[in-house]
């Protein structure tokens, strides 16, 4: 018989507590990674900075499950993903593959979302205005930088996402409230490591 959610979760928590009790800091990272117990905001701002639009959309939709995938905050979080998707595929000239993913994964998100009309308006204009898209979706670093600012705002700023996200982000909610985008810049980056000494 199929555990539920909730008993697999405090199942995969108690293996966790286990092994970083024993110092196995390797394994407890492999638990996190492979059951996703834990966002890896670094991995996740490495997707971003690289444009791996695919692999980010799968990373945080596997974070998110029923009822939990279509509420106001889920749907906006998941439609900054799953918007840039629909718009290099466009770009690519795949247009069949644009518009089947559009009523498969993005139209979905769309009445939920806290701002339908803004959200839905952008699709249409993707779709109709192609000569457009290269101008105002360049896919650079900059642009990839807003995306991550923007996705990061949907998070901090619906507080009941975190459900959704296993309360990873709990601590980060009360320390970023009322921050700019400046500081969700700051703290998405990766830690930086003090070089080594030379021997």
Known sequence: MAMDRQLEWIVLRRVLAFLKS????????????EARLKLDLPHLHDLFAKGRWRAADEYVTAFMSGKESTTPSASATLFVVRFER?????RRGDEAWALRYFRLAVRPLLRSHPDEAAARAGCNKAMMDRDSLHRNYPGDAAYREQRLIE?????????????????????????????????????????????????
């Open 22 to 33: 024993r110092k196995l800091h390797r394994a407890a990272y492999a638990l996190e990674k």
């Open 86 to 90: 629909l718009v290099r595929a466009l």
């Open 151 to 199: 996705f990061y705002r949907c998070v901090y700023q619906n507080e009941h996402i975190s459900r959704s996200f296993n309360d990873i982000f709990d601590c980060n909610l009360r320390f970023m409230r009322g921050t700019a985008a400046i500081g969700l810049r700051r703290h998405a980056r990766r830690p930086r490591h003090p070089p080594r000494p030379a021997a």
